[in-house]
């Protein structure tokens, strides 16, 4: 039996798992577990799994997952996502659908001082939903924009997926972070040109607001510099040389720290609801590299992905072929995964794909960095997508009389922004490595 079969059989194992509703890391870590008994048997796994644990926590640079996790809490608990939300609709809230907008650009700079989309949306959905609905709204247009909103969480660095990437690709995370800059701009304007086009198209779905004097504008915005401050600092300071990853998060908690401290809002039970949930995350999360850990030996001892990119790269395919069946691939896991299931599950055996094939005459290192935030982008649609879109199920628990399938239905339009965004990713690279070579 070839390693390629083996792997498709404990593959489709863990599938069942999902459909069964076994947690994501568990089903990982069983699959890999009972593939590497059938292969090498019981005592070599045992043996593994004595060091496997220690061997993937200690790992210096996952120190910053659950920095970067405690200071999305602090920044949520500091009330800045309520001044980027009243900034952006003081600038733009009195165009039709300003206030939609306004929120989609409070998501971008929230997610710029996050790195959750869970984070951004919940945030953002407890902070925007009441004032969508009070300025009437419909009300899964509503939902629609504060769950794909919440994708920029991921996508606008520092995001917790790309330090995954970077982790098992041995990239380099402050240039990923860069590359992903301009690609989550692009995303945050395309759900905004969405949005005008549903507002023009049903205006009463989106209606425009009260128009702000300059000097109210001009107060909300300044009201921001936190945010402004924190993520020139963090991400400036990693590009920059000054501190590694790992040091620009700690500053990072730190400086949203005290902005949460001075506003209130660490007082009482706030400092432990934030250290609680940066935890709870932080536990979910390393269950799942556990268990990607145990799931990827199993496909090793297969062979399968050296098989796999051997047996690609055979059939003479054209490279755009090859991505775009990864690509599709992504789309379908989207389905029934998470955006670090995905990663975690994925990476081993289509990096090695993507490397050993020619796109564009990209370098070894570019073509690295630009599959990476392809990958992200494709990844972040599965958080709006059914049955798991998880962003989804975030904003409707929050508006329980909104049927989740209108909201499914809603985001459709958003869902073709990125599509377009990927199709245009896949053919001007440049769109994520021209900052690279920009700050050279």
Known sequence: MSGITQGLIMGGFMLVLLALRVHIGMAMLLAGGIGYIWLSGLDPLLNYLKTAAYARYSVYDLSVVPLFLLMGQFATHGGLSRA???????????????????????CAGFGAICGSSLATAATMGQTALPELRAHKFSPKLSTAVLAAGGTLGILIPPSVPLVIYAILTEQNIAKLFVAAFVPG??????????????????????????KHPWSERLRTILDTWPVLLIF????????????TPTEA?????????????????????????????????????????????????FLALTQMPAELASWVTGLGLPP???????????????CIMDSLSMILLTIPIFFPIIMGTDFWG???????????????????????TPPVGMNVYIISSMAKDVPMKDTFRSILPFLASDILRIILLVFVPSMALFMLDILK
């Open 84 to 106: 980027l939300f009243r900034a952006g609709n003081a600038m733009i809230g009195h165009w039709r659908g300003g206030m939609a907008m306004g929120a989609v650009t409070a």
């Open 185 to 210: 701009i692009i995303a945050a304007l395309g759900y905004m040109l969405v949005i005008a086009i549903i507002a023009r198209i049903d205006p009463a779905a989106a209606p425009a607001g009260e």
């Open 362 to 384: 990209l370098a070894p290192e570019p073509k690295a960095i630009w599959f990476g935030i392809l990958a992200l982008m494709v990844v972040e649609i599965g958080l709006v």
């Open 249 to 297: 998060a700690a500053i990072g908690v730190i400086a949203t720290g005290f902005v949460a401290w001075t506003s209130g809002g660490l007082k009482g039970k706030g400092f432990l609801e934030c250290i609680y949930g940066a935890a709870q995350a932080t536990g979910m999360m390393f269950l799942i590299l556990l268990g990607a850990d145990i799931l990827n030996v």
């Open 232 to 243: 020139a600092v963090v991400i400036g300071g990693i590009y920059g040389g000054l501190f």
């Open 320 to 334: 755009l072929a090859i991505l775009f069946t990864i690509i599709l691939i992504y789309l379908f896991l989207g």
